[in-house]
């Protein structure tokens, strides 16, 4: 039994984006940053933390991955400055 | 230390853009504050069916970067115990086993596997997001559900029970670390998923995930939505420690400047709702007034 040898078959998934394809496809509103209202100097990143995929960048300016934005509309809502909003 | 601004909190990200999750959902939020937290390196999670599995994607792709295995339904906290005991046998027990459930799998179909694990007093965190219902396979009525919410399976007479009260039933096998967090406040969440981590024995995290497509809010909403959760005290942040309740976050504001927020303006912007009577509103107020009072009691008891 010694030299048998065991071979253990799984199925494993590898990280990879786009899981679910151009998941920007699903947007209907695009956002849009306003870089004036938001200039890099004491900003909140509150888009970047609520932001529930994670697209939005933590370096200034923010840029929005909009290949994967879904569109939510979580970030316009919640930008103290208003700095962001949502176009058709 | 409490951490106090988004830029305190790590950069990388643990979850790839691109995922299966709905626009705006509040269990990606909590999974991506709760994965800064831990160590992915030295992470195992262990998934049942639900939307978080929709969320890990399908195979060959997934877009976590964390080993994470999908278990059966009813055995997440059971693979997890077994994932603990197999580390502990090839001596790597520097790795951190989390549990991740929704509501239907700790309140309802998980709950003889968690109530295990935690009498033996398994070396594991085990975090249930409860978006009150079986929001995966179309919204269906899970003992979570709260009162006089129409579900597809109440979808005449709306759900007549109240919300079942799972930390009382978890916190009744005397374990170390007891917490419940919201998405809407994300830096509380991740400070009690970084302290639960460093804690040995079993750890049980709530996480109250709002879901716009299930309680029928905008998506834009998602933030707003959460923070009403806990100001109007339907959702209570909270953290028992060695059996001392510690009241948290905007709760904690709450306890010494009152709340204003009801339960009207609570279930008015959400469909799930749309049934309820002035008795019914009345009678969630009520229960919901009764439940803050034993938490403010407890914790001015310390």
Redo the contacts between chains.
């Keep these: 039994m010694a030299d048998k040898i065991r071979e253990t078959v799984m199925?494993?998934?590898?990280?990879?984006?786009?899981?679910?394809?151009?998941?920007g496809d699903?947007?209907s509103y695009t956002p849009v940053i306003d870089h004036e209202k938001c200039t890099g100097k004491d900003s909140?990143?509150?888009c970047?933390?609520?932001?529930?995929?994670?697209?939005i960048s933590?370096e200034f300016p923010l840029e929005i991955?909009l290949?994967?934005c879904?569109?939510?509309?979580?970030c316009?809502?919640?930008c103290p400055r208003k700095a962001i909003t949502?176009v058709e | 230390m409490a951490t106090r601004a988004a830029r305190d909190l790590p950069t990388e990200e643990f979850i790839l853009p691109g995922s299966r999750s709905c626009a705006a959902c509040g269990l990606m939020l909590t999974y991506r504050h709760a994965l800064k937290a831990l160590d992915p390196g030295k992470t195992l999670v262990a998934v049942p069916a639900s939307c978080m599995t929709v969320l890990h994607g399908v195979y060959p792709i997934t877009p976590v970067k964390v080993t994470c295995i999908n278990t059966p339904f009813a055995a997440t906290a059971a693979s997890a115990s077994g994932l603990v005991a197999g580390l502990k046998a090839i001596k790597r027990e520097d790795y951190t086993v989390v549990a991740f459930a929704g509501d239907g799998g700790t309140y309802d179909i998980g709950i003889q596997a968690l109530s295990g694990a935690l009498e033996r007093g398994t070396n594991f965190m085990y975090v249930c997001y409860d978006n009150e219902g079986y929001m995966n396979t179309g919204t269906q009525r899970s003992s979570a559900s709260p009162a006089a919410a129409v579900t597809s399976t109440t979808p005449i007479l709306a759900k007549a029970q109240h919300k079942k009260d799972m930390i009382r039933i978890v916190e009744a096998h005397r374990i170390p670390y007891i917490a419940t967090a919201s998405p809407s406040f994300p830096l509380d969440l991740f400070d009690k998923v970084k302290t639960a981590k460093d804690i040995r024995g079993s750890r049980y995290l709530e996480v109250l995930a709002p879901c716009p497509p299930g309680w029928g809010f905008p998506n834009k909403d998602l933030i707003k939505m959460g923070k009403l959760t806990v100001e109007c005290g339907i959702h209570v942040l909270y953290e028992i420690r060695e059996g001392r309740l510690r009241l948290t976050s905007r709760s904690l504001v709450l306890a010494e400047k009152g709340r204003k927020k009801t339960i009207a303006d609570y279930v008015k912007g959400q469909t799930r709702f749309k049934k309820i009577s002035k008795d019914q509103i009345d009678a969630l107020q009520q229960w919901t007034d009764q439940r803050w009072e034993e938490f403010l009691q407890r914790h001015n008891r310390g």
């Design positions: 199925a494993i998934s590898r990280p990879a984006p786009g899981e679910a394809g151009r998941t699903w947007r909140c990143l509150y970047w933390l609520y932001c529930p995929d994670g697209v933590r991955d290949e994967y879904k569109g939510c509309g979580v316009a809502e919640e949502m």
